[in-house]
């Protein structure tokens, strides 16, 4: 769930280098300054990409380093607007071009959802984004009001008097999907029809000032994932089709056009961990070169998850931001205009952050940008700022991006807490609650005066999901759990009603397995007894592959996700249990003799069991949250058996080795000093990157994030 942004610059500079920069809006910079020997007529570019999120700051983890009060909108649009302003002093006739890869709407806090996200393409409009592909969030109302936001059409249906008044504006964005058609539409002579009028590719041709023509072509790409991650209305009538085979499919036609430089804009998931370069996007190169050995992709501009990544594999440049806005890549190359390729070896990524400007002044925030979220924050305030609770304490209850080593979290525990005693309050007899965590996107904001918001409370539910109350016997309740261990943990729960404990399985694609669970009296769930489980309707759809939920039998409906959180902020408050963080006890890992004592307690030893079992010898390795967690992160390798032998180098700032070969490139970073001009590589500051972007428009303390989008800026010269 990310979005990326990049701009270009092409300038013609015959006998020297022309350097490429890739800024993506997750604010990631990439390298721009390495001159390259023998590099000839060719010419220089720029990419950047990031990601946004319209106010808000936070933390930033870029390989092994953090940086703090990163993001917001208008930073990433002033680090967007330095950046170039440095690369056209040291290049005046560079081109730039801007673009994004996803998820530019949707779990957007209230100064963005209030307004359709609309506030948001007006925002994605005055940093001239040019390209752009659709992540998940983009189909959270369906597809045909995404269309609508993007192309600035009037609304199809009565929303609140804020939106409607809000103006309707065309964000001048051209949208790419190669792998999203309408079900039925694919046959032999014809690769399926793609929704709204939105083009597979597109070329964008750059004419130099000695009267030569560059050409570089976008291909954009959904993720196949799509149909866990969104309700099935949204989908139901697409088709996503593979995106290795559509990359290569489109890839041969761009190569027929004589375009040979070729950048993806791919909203799938990249992370780097222990020094390896993983996850989807990983595989998807490996399997285009499957496909197409001599294939001509350049550089892949990942989303999706969130995850810092920086690498090389086979040939293709990997890179991806972090999320919301706190990062940006930059990526720098040059073309040969006789080739309409990159020059070999010339281009070079980094992933930079996107500075507060206390620690980045020469960055000055976007006025126009900081008009924008300003704008939108005036507009929502009479809502956002009133006062729905309060807290015992003023301090922030932490959401997913302060989990605990079992994957729990306050702020999510929390939103639970409140489903299930909404639930109870409407005189449902309910057990137990449980939610996806993706569905709890931000830290609930407490103000000094311990006053809890509606726009804090919205933004930690932002999505309006439906919430039903179903029965599960205790057995789907288990499988539904244990449904958390697979996928690396990608997916997980919060949980209330319930606790359990979990240990090492022997099954390598599902590492944990629950071995007991407890209702909130302390009794053992019954297999075969019929609990009330309150879930949203994305669960219930199977969504985040939760297929435990799926079929269950409805009994009733409690209301909107984002309704029922901010009622029990309120029941709680005016019965004077003031807001607390809960402790997060719920989710309880055990080493495998600690589960076999739980489930088999010790008695004396006589001949029949004094015997020790040698799996559960050999397995007793964790004894404690920390050391589960290891073990929880560690990644399924991707199998290459069958792949052309790819080199994956990960960045100079990840040391290890991969199995792939994996080669990332070195951060190099600086909290508070980071080179904004000249043409060695610290320049890269400046020029390259990929980054989320928070926009950020009020000095309230209660002023909301607007909605998140990754980008990438491409320059070339």
Aim: glycine content about 8%.
């Amino acid at each position: 769930m990310m979005q990326l942004r990049q701009c270009l610059l092409v300038k013609p500079v015959p006998f020297r280098w022309l350097p490429i920069l890739i800024r993506p809006v997750s604010r990631d910079r990439l390298l721009i300054g390495r001159i390259l020997p023998n590099i000839k007529d060719t010419y220089r570019f720029k990419f950047w990409a990031s990601m946004i999120f319209m106010s808000n700051t936070g933390t930033a983890q870029i390989g092994d380093q953090t940086y703090q009060n990163t993001g917001t909108a208008e930073r990433l649009a002033g680090s967007l607007n330095q950046a170039e302003s440095d690369f056209k002093a040291a290049n005046p006739d560079g081109t730039t071009i801007r673009v994004e890869a996803g998820d530019m709407v949707g779990a957007s806090p209230a100064n963005s959802a209030l307004l359709q996200d609309e506030s948001i393409m007006h925002a994605l409009k005055a940093m001239h984004i040019e390209y752009g592909t659709l992540g998940n969030h983009e189909f959270d109302e369906g597809l045909g009001e995404f269309n609508r936001i993007v192309t600035g059409g009037q609304p199809t249906k009565q929303y609140n008097d804020a939106e409607m008044a809000y103006p309707h504006e065309a964000s001048d964005i051209n949208i790419i999907t190669a792998n999203v058609i309408l079900k039925g539409t694919k046959t032999d002579d014809n690769y399926g029809e793609i929704p709204y009028g939105f083009q597979p590719y597109i070329i964008k041709e750059i004419h130099t000032s000695d009267n030569k023509v560059v050409k570089i072509g976008f291909i954009g790409i959904e993720t196949t994932d799509l149909q866990i991650l969104t309700l099935y209305d949204n989908y139901k009538d697409y088709e996503i089709l593979d995106e290795a085979e559509t990359i290569a499919h489109y890839e041969k036609i761009l190569r027929n056009q004589g375009v040979n430089a070729i950048v993806v804009l791919a909203h799938t998931g990249v992370e780097i961990k222990n020094g390896e370069t993983k996850g989807t996007a990983v595989g998807i190169i490996q399997k285009l070169y499957q496909i197409d050995p001599d294939n001509s992709v350049d550089i892949y501009l990942a989303g999706h998850s969130h995850q810092y990544a920086n690498a090389t594999v086979g040939s293709v440049k990997l890179v991806q931001a972090i999320y919301t806005g706190k990062a940006y890549d930059d990526i720098i190359g040059y073309i040969n205009p006789a080739t309409n390729d990159f020059a070999p070896d010339s281009i070079v990524s980094h992933v930079f952050p996107v500075l507060s400007e206390k620690d980045n002044p020469a960055a000055v925030s976007d006025p126009t940008v900081v008009g924008i979220v300003e704008d939108a924050t005036k507009r929502v305030a009479p809502v956002i700022n009133q006062k729905i609770g309060e807290a015992a304490t003023p301090e922030t209850i932490t959401g997913r991006l302060h989990n605990t080593p079992t994957r729990e979290n306050q702020a999510g525990e929390l939103v639970v807490d409140g489903q299930l005693a909404e639930a109870r309050k409407l005189g449902v007899n309910t057990d137990f609650a449980m939610t996806n965590t993706g569905g709890v996107r931000a830290d609930l904001v407490v103000e000094p005066d311990r006053t809890i918001t509606w726009g804090a409370a919205q933004a930690v539910q932002p999505f309006g999901n439906i919430l039903r109350v179903v029965e599960m016997t205790g057995q789907q309740v288990i499988d539904a759990l244990n449904q958390q261990y697979d996928e690396d943990q990608k997916y997980y729960l919060q949980i209330a009603g319930l606790k359990y404990y979990y240990t090492d399985s022997d099954d390598p694609n599902q590492p944990y397995r629950v071995v007991a669970a407890y209702d909130e009296n302390g009794q053992p769930l019954d297999m075969n007894k019929t609990y009330r489980v309150v879930i949203n309707d994305f669960l219930a759809g199977g969504g985040d592959g939760f297929t435990a939920f799926k079929g269950t039998n409805q009994i009733a409906v409690i209301g909107a996700d984002t309704e029922v959180f901010m009622s029990y902020i309120a029941d709680q408050t005016n019965a004077g249990n003031l807001i607390k963080a809960p402790v997060t006890d719920r989710k309880n890992y055990l080493t495998p003799a600690e589960a076999k004592a739980l489930l088999h307690p010790v008695v004396p030893d006589t001949p029949a069991n004094s015997e020790t079992s040698q799996t559960d010898t050999e397995n007793n390795g964790n004894t404690n949250g920390s050391a589960a967690d290891a073990k929880q992160s560690q990644e399924i390798a991707v199998d290459n058996s069958a792949a052309p032998q790819l080199k994956i180098v990960n960045g100079q700032d990840q040391t290890a080795p991969v199995a792939v070969a994996v080669k990332s490139t070195e951060q190099k970073a600086s909290q508070t000093a980071l080179p904004q001009t000249g043409n060695d590589e610290k320049s890269a500051w400046a020029l390259l990157g990929t980054a989320l972007i928070g926009l950020s428009g009020s000095s309230s303390a209660t002023a909301a994030k607007i909605a998140w989008s990754i980008g990438y800026e491409f320059r070339v010269e």
